[in-house]
């Protein structure tokens, strides 16, 4: 697994509410961060791209992640998966800047950023760690997020 001396120190209670869901309305052009230069990334000799999405509304569930990935279909396009927080929202925050990544043969492309949820009806928000696994063979992303101690 990916370590990261800043991320070890906020990682507490796992959290399972995270969805990647088919790409829809949030993976508008215009909902990806400026300067894109700076808030997309490739792996995987450019077969793997993420972008970090912010669709504006709701304020503290506004942010997403974009990735696009093997399997191909046949015409060439990759699958297009976005990765929200829970129920249609996405994270309040996500710090593309903290994005990481390590590849291993068992499980794929890893990926690891630090980010912040939020539940208002709870009135509740906190800094969270969140990790993604794309494996290119099967097209399968999986998502595990953990709470920092706050």
């Known amino acids: 697994m990916i370590k990261h001396g800043v991320l070890l120190s906020l990682l507490a209670a796992p959290v399972t509410a995270q969805q990647v869901l088919p790409c829809d309305w949030q993976a508008r052009a215009d909902a990806i961060v400026e300067p894109w230069d700076k808030h997309t990334r490739t792996f995987a000799n450019g077969d793997v791209r993420v972008a970090l999405l912010d669709v504006i509304e709701p304020t503290l569930g506004s942010y997403y992640l974009l990735v696009l990935s093997p399997p191909y279909d046949e015409v060439g396009g990759r699958q297009c998966q976005v990765i929200g927080f829970d129920g249609g929202v996405g994270f309040t925050f996500l710090e593309f800047d903290t994005l990481i990544a390590d590849y291993s043969a068992e499980r794929g492309l890893e990926l690891q950023m630090l980010g912040r949820i939020a539940a208002p009806e709870y009135d509740f928000t906190n800094g969270m760690n969140l990790w993604v696994t794309i494996n290119?063979?099967?097209?399968?992303?999986?998502?595990?997020?953990?709470?920092?101690n706050e």
């Not at 290119?136 to 920092?148: C, D, K």
């Open 136 to 148: 290119q063979s099967s097209g399968e992303i999986t998502t595990f997020m953990e709470l920092g």
